[in-house]
């Protein structure tokens, strides 16, 4: 019985886990959201998100990892439960970075 219970925390603990920012999902975001701004502003709005997403991603690694270390040392993700995950943060991240990219191609931007 301790050995199914013990099993059961343990996965619980490992499904609670911060995902890594290469398994999260974009947010979709419409393209029209952009269609107002030119190519150069566009080139700048790019730039911004893609230093945002990379931010957002070493975070959300950094609490992958610290989750992982948590879990094999007391066996619960320390980074989720003090609010290190940011998976919201990457998928809207890279969500913009994907539908500016869109709207750069669909204005023939270079």
Known sequence: ????VLAAATLAALSSC?????????????????????CQQLGQEMIKEQQNLAAVSKAQNDAANGDAFGVFLIGVPMSSAVGGDKEGQVAVAKGKVQSIENSLKSKGCK
Request: proline share 12%; no cysteine.
């Open 1 to 4: 019985m301790k050995k199914l």
């Open 18 to 38: 911060a995902k890594r920012p290469d398994a999260i999902v974009p947010v979709d975001i419409p393209m029209a959201v952009y269609q107002g701004q030119t």
